[in-house]
């Protein structure tokens, strides 16, 4: 089993900058990646960024160059520094887990607002 618990969302003015941290514990075999996903109010969830276990990066076309994924294995966390924010990236922020076994784990999301 394993669980996510996301920390550092809320409200930020546009231009300013949040950094979201996603602690995991539990089992830490067969990971393929972690990352971080956003969902807006009626609107479908979507990726915004992850890193595999190797270090490769991805990012959502819409935040490319504001925002940076990292990892701290020794800590089991990952980050989503995002800066430069938009209202636009207001939305619920999820934690994810994909194990190479094809299966997802989720944090309880957390808030994050920017403000215009």
């Known amino acids: 089993q394993v669980l996510l618990v996301e920390s550092g969302g809320g409200l930020v003015q546009a231009g300013g900058s949040l950094r979201l941290s996603c602690a995991a514990s539990?089992?830490?075999?067969?990971?393929?990646?972690m990352g971080w996903y956003r969902q807006a109010p009626k609107m479908p969830r979507e990726l915004v960024a992850s890193?595999?276990?190797?270090?490769?990066?991805n990012y959502a076309d819409s935040v490319k160059g504001r925002f940076t994924i990292s990892r701290d294995n020794a800590k089991n966390t990952v980050y989503l520094q995002m800066n430069s924010l938009k209202p636009e990236d207001t939305a619920v922020y999820y934690c994810?887990?994909?194990?190479?076994?094809?299966?997802?784990?989720w944090g309880q999301g957390i808030q994050v607002t920017v403000s215009s």
């Open positions: 994810n887990e994909n194990l190479w076994i094809g299966l997802n784990y």
């Open positions: 539990g089992s830490r075999f067969n990971i393929n990646s």
């Open positions: 890193i595999t276990n190797g270090g490769s990066t």
